[in-house]
């Protein structure tokens, strides 16, 4: 053979491994679900690949997964005859975290302090490959890349180093034998030389795998006398989202979704539907229970898959969903697209655009039937996801009243609780025209701020905003069924309306003015490095002053955002 190469993992690497090993899931049985899961992936690409280029010269006459147990060895093989791997790809995809958010998951796991946070944090990341090293002791990987002839041969022990070698003779594919762990039932390790153990977990976790996972049974002699071995095929094969909803119990939409998020929990709202006509698609879509841990980073991705006719195409298909919508999970199965369609021609796809018109009022009304029917459950989505749905009022104007009716905000009404605008404008006062709000870092610098005196005291209602986005998105919906929705920090909040007929009124204003006339040019003149104008206002009842915007004004929260990005 030819020389072994021995490699170091990569620094976070190393520390997720050094998780994984320690046990950080309860759950061991998981290991063989990404392993299959990652063979299904090999075997959807070189499916595509085969057939975007017609030259590659690759078998796919009989794609599949393949188990194998040997108990004299104490391993268990997963071979799949898919796409493969070079030694590059080795390198690069198994011996480093390509994934972007590792070094902020680290993080994050140290500061979660106890283990069931910190495994809920890593459940949502997938360690994908390297679940392995949970139940195996040493892991050998054996592949060879589609289209080339050279295989390579990977090892390691998980706990540093990762040796590599260049072999000859691999057929086209990939395996993964595990050297299994001595059994022992305190930290949850199975016998996973069982094949009912096998069978157990490939039903529970894979049975909607589009490929066969096969698996050799025992021997069986016939009359004849002629002993074969029995090959099972383990699994069901269906997708689940090409099967009729009637068909498809609770807990397979559980497992799916499961699969496909890494989600430890159950999802909050199953979307299964299908669209015939001019274009064909299945849609089977989830809004999970809580957030993961990224929604907010930088290079968070959709979880929307895109496939056609059964073959995977892509993840995280912007084209599919917004931004805004990029905690829902699921599949888009569209039946009359080219299979090498880029990117670029999905997003101007005049009937893509179409299904993503449609996907977003079904996530939206999903939204909105949680809603109507249970408030406390809506409650706990909208804590999880409304700021996320707030940034669709400024990105997706099509849905801007759908968004307006799912706001939850908190407001001087009921301290103790949110309130939605449908119901601020249904205790609206006579008169009142405006929908009144005021923005700010937390709550109680909202309901201190001297603003509020005048309208406190005149019982008018107040939302009380302290998300950053929600600076944003109240500059750009201009109102809520008719209603405008008027900051009570800016411009000339006339409280007085009803009462400016009133004489009496009058004459003390007139007298008020009078009596600073003098003061006021001055105090303007004093300040006016710091203010525009120094004015009389009604808006006080205990203040003595308070500083005001112009209606076009930035907010303080504002400034502060724009000038923490360096505006
Ligand atoms: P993920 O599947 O989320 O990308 P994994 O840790 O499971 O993460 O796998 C890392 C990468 O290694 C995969 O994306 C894939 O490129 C490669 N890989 C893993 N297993 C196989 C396999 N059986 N055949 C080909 N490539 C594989
Ligand atoms: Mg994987």
Redesign the pocket.
């Known amino acids: 053979g030819s020389t072994v190469e021995t490699l170091e993992f990569q620094a976070e690497t190393r520390q997720l491994l050094r998780l994984v090993i320690h046990s950080i899931y309860s759950n061991k049985d998981i290991f063989l679900r990404?392993?299959i899961?990652?063979?299904s992936?090999?075997l959807d690409?070189l499916r595509l690949e085969t057939l975007i280029d017609s030259g590659l010269d690759a078998d796919t006459s009989d794609l599949h997964i393949a188990l194998e147990v040997d108990p004299q060895a104490r391993t268990l093989t997963?071979r799949?005859n898919?796409?493969?791997?070079s030694r590059d790809?080795l390198v690069e995809?198994?011996g480093t975290?390509?994934?972007s958010g590792t070094a902020g998951l680290l993080e994050k796991i140290k500061e979660a302090g106890d283990a069931a946070a910190a495994q809920s944090l890593i459940g949502q990341f997938?360690?994908?490959?390297?679940s392995a090293f949970m139940v195996a002791d040493r892991v050998t990987l054996r592949?060879r890349r589609a289209g080339t002839e050279a295989g390579t041969r990977w090892e390691s022990d998980g706990e540093g180093t990762y040796e590599i070698q260049a072999v000859d003779g691999l057929p086209v594919?990939?395996s993964?034998t595990l050297h299994l762990k001595p059994v022992d039932g305190e930290d949850g390790l199975a016998d996973y030389l069982a094949e009912w153990k096998i069978r157990q977990i490939v039903k529970q976790y894979s049975d909607f795998i589009r490929w066969p996972i096969r698996m050799a049974g025992g021997e069986r002699t016939d009359a004849e006398g002629v002993t074969t071995r029995q090959v099972d095929t383990l699994n069901s094969m269906k997708a689940l989202w090409a099967r009729p909803r009637s068909e498809v119990t609770e807990a397979e939409y559980t497992e799916f979704y499961q699969q496909i998020s890494h989600d430890r929990l159950a999802p909050a709202e199953t979307i299964h539907m299908r669209a015939e006509g001019t274009f064909e698609y299945e849609a089977l879509l989830f809004i999970p229970a809580q957030a993961p841990f990224d929604l907010f980073s930088r290079d968070t991705r959709r979880g929307v898959q895109l496939y056609v006719k059964r073959v995977f195409i892509m993840d995280d298909c912007e084209a599919l969903m917004p931004d805004y919508l990029r905690f829902v999970k699921g599949v888009v199965d569209a039946h009359d697209l080219s299979l090498n369609i880029s990117r670029e021609i999905l997003q101007q796809d005049r009937q893509i655009r179409g299904v993503r018109r449609r996907l977003v009022k079904k996530v939206l009304g999903a939204l909105k039937d949680v809603q109507a029917k249970d408030a406390e459950r809506y409650a706990k989505l909208w804590e999880q996801f409304g700021r996320a749905l707030k940034e669709g009022l400024i990105e997706d104007t099509d849905s801007t009243e759908a968004l307006l009716e799912l706001v939850c905000a908190a407001s001087t009404h009921e301290p103790e609780r949110s309130t939605t605008l449908r119901e601020y404008v249904g205790r609206m006062k006579d008169g009142q025209d405006a929908v009144y709000y005021l923005t700010g870092e937390d709550r109680a610098t909202v309901e201190n701020s001297p603003h509020m005196e005048a309208f406190a005291a005149k019982g008018y209602e107040v939302l009380i905003l302290t998300d950053p986005v929600d600076e944003v998105w109240v500059e750009r919906v201009p109102a809520f069924d008719g209603h405008r929705l008027q900051s009570i920090a800016k411009g000339q909040v006339d409280l007085d309306g009803p009462a400016d007929g009133d004489e009496e009124a009058g004459a003390e204003k007139a007298r008020r003015e009078q009596e600073f006339a003098a003061l006021l040019p001055w105090l303007t003149e004093a300040l006016s490095a710091q203010v525009k104008e120094v004015r009389l206002s009604s808006r006080l009842t205990t203040s003595a002053a308070c500083v005001v915007g112009d209606a076009q004004d930035m907010t303080p929260t504002l400034e502060k955002m724009y000038r923490a990005m360096g505006q």
């Open positions: 990404e392993l899961s990652n063979a992936d090999a690409k997963v799949d898919g796409v493969g791997m790809d995809l198994i975290i390509a994934k997938g360690v994908g490959f390297y592949t594919g990939t993964v």
